[in-house]
């Protein structure tokens, strides 16, 4: 029982599932946590003066952080309207003035869309951020065939070193973050997380 809602009711309805049952969005991954550290640590190089997508954004940690450091425009995207309406409401508790951060539920990959026309002036340079996007094979894929259509972005990855994370040598290793506590605790005593930058082999 969730609530007054009965577990017959929440397994026929698959909204009810999303919202209620493991929603991806309502926690941070260590993957977004990798992210954050780095384009704090690296601000001027990745973020400042750019566009920026998080992509798979969750609950918009990458966004939000980035949304702090100086980007021209900030995107977050998820197929999920729940973690769309997440990064909203987390937005407005961390202090980002309401439209900074653009959402959009459009499927980005599976429409092979090229992200830089998805902005205002796409002549800008780019940074795409993906928060462990690695943890389902086909899914990994068809976001690696995604990724490299885009030419000329900044693309980094964030990933704790899932099963599906590639080992093709399009992603390089450029840092390693202890996780906290409360990231430790929630992940299966996961210690570090890996930011990976991308580039096509
Ligand atoms: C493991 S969670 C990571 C969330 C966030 N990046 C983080 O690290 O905290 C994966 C997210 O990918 C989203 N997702 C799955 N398929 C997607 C797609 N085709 N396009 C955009 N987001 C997608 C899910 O809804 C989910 O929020």
Known sequence: MIGNLDEERISNDRRLQKLLVDPFWGYLWPGSYALHKHVQQHGDSTIKGRNVLDFASGCGLSAITASRLGPVEVLANDIDDFAIAAVEVNSALNGVEPGRIGLTAENLCANG???????????????????????????????????????GAE????????????????????????????????????????????RSV
């Not at 290793?173 to 890996?194: F, H, I, Q």
């Open 113 to 151: 869309t090229v992200v830089k026309e998805l902005f205002k002036d796409p002549s800008l340079p780019l940074t795409i951020l993906c928060g462990d996007v690695f943890y389902d094979t086909d899914f990994a894929a068809v976001v690696m065939e995604w990724l490299a259509k885009q030419d």
């Open 155 to 198: 693309i980094y990855v964030g990933d704790p070193g899932r099963h599906a994370l590639p080992r093709s040598g399009e992603l390089e290793e450029v840092a390693e973050y202890d996780l906290p506590p409360l990231l430790r605790d929630t992940n299966n005593g996961m210690t570090s997380v890996k930011c990976f930058r991308y």
